[in-house]
C-alpha cells in the first residue's frame, strides 16, 4: 500500500513547530526588525485575562450564554431605551473598568512598538482601555483602534430612518469600491442626508460621562461623582460566597466587624484598587487587601460575575440633541463604519498593507478577524496566532499560520527579549 503523502504543515516536524511555535518567534521578531514592514496586532479578551478584566462567561447564566445575541443591538434598545439600560445592559457590564491596570502583554506590546525599527499598528477587540494606560509610554493615539469600543463613553444614535439610509449608502460605496467606481456622488449624498438630522456624537465625537444629561441620571450611573468617574460594584466568585455576603448584610448594623470578616471575597470596586465606597461593612486595610488578592486569584475559575446596578428612571441622553444614549461598544447589529470611533477607514488599510498578522487571546469569532484572516490567505502574508490550546488557528495551503502556545502576558514578553537582542 503507498504511503499517504503529507503537506508540510503536516509533516510531523512542522506539526510541533505550529502547534507549540517554539521557533516562531524569532522569525516574528525579524519581520518586527525590518524597517519597510507592517505588522498588525490583534488583540482579544485573552490578553485582559491576567489584568483581571471579567469575561461574563463563567456561571449558567453569564451574558455570552444568554440572549446577547438579540440584546446587545440598537433594534432591541430601541424597543424601550429605559428598560434596555435596566433589565440588560446595566446588569450584564460594569460602566468602565478604571480598577484594572495593563497586564505583561499590554506592556510587551507597547514596548514592543517603540522598539521595532518597523511599523507596528494595534487593532483590540477588548473595550477595556488598557492598551492606553501602560506604564510604557508609546504613540496609541495613532497607531491603536479600538474596534469595538470603549466602556466609560457613550454615542448618539441616529434616527431609525437616517440609519438605514446611511447602511443603504454605506453598501452602495463598498459595492463601488469593489469595483474600482467612483464613489464621490455617493460619498457627498451620504453627508448631505447627514446634515439634516446631524449631530456630532453620532458619529464624529463620543460623550463622556460627565456630559450625560439629566443631572439625576448621571448620579445614578456614577454613584453621585461629580466628574463622572464611576465607581461600579463588581462581585465576583461562587455562589456560596455571594450567599455569605447577602447573611452578612442582613446583620452589617448588629455586628460590623464579624460581617467583615465574613465578607472578604465580597466586592471589588471597578473604579479604584482599593474600595473607597461600598455596600458592605467596613473592612480593615489587610481585609481589602486579601479581598483584591483572593478576588485576582479566583477571577478565571469565577463562577459568574455580578454587576450592582442602578436603577434608571429614563434614559441618558445626548447633551446635544437630547435623544437616547447607547454605550460606545459595537452593537451586533452595527456596522464598523456606523461610528467613527471605530476607525474602520483605518484599520482597513492597516489589513490592506500588512506584512504580517500577530493575533493574540481571541476567539476569531467576529468580524475584524475574519477580515484580517481573508486579508492573510488573499496575499499569502505570515499569521502568528499567540493563544491557548483551544485557540489554535489551523494552517492550509492558503493561511500561513504559526501557533504560538501559552498565555499572551508570557509568549509576549518572550518576543520582546527576543526582538530586543537583534534590534
Known sequence: MPKRKTSAATQPGNRRRSIRGANSLPTLAEILNRPSALTVF????????ASGIPTFRHSPDAVWKGDVWTSATRSAWRKGSVGWWNDFWLKSFPLQFDGYVPNSGHEAIARISNMSRGRVKVLTQNVDGLHQKTNESWNHEENLVEAHGRLGLYKCVPTEEQESDDDDLQQGIEDAESKNE????????????????????????????????????????FCGEEEGEGK???????SEDVQRDADADADADADADADADSDVQGGVNAAVAVPEKTPYAPMSERQQMKMILDMMEQERDADFVEVEAPILPCSPLCPSCNRPLLPQALMFDESYSSHSFYQFDKFREWFKEADAFVFMGTSFAVTVTDMAVKEAKKRRIPVFNFNLESGRLEPSHSLNVE?????????????ESILSSIV
Open 403 to 415: 501557533n504560538v502556545v501559552g498565555k499572551a502576558e508570557e509568549t509576549l514578553v518572550q518576543l
Open 232 to 238: 461600579v460594584i463588581v462581585k465576583m466568585g461562587t
Open 42 to 49: 490583534i488583540t482579544g479578551a485573552g490578553l485582559s485575562a
Open 182 to 221: 467612483d464613489v464621490s456622488a455617493l460619498e457627498d449624498e451620504k453627508r448631505r442626508r447627514r446634515k439634516a438630522t446631524w449631530c456630532k456624537y453620532a458619529d464624529e465625537r463620543s460623550i463622556a460621562p460627565r456630559e450625560i444629561v439629566p443631572e439625576k441620571v448621571r448620579k445614578l450611573m
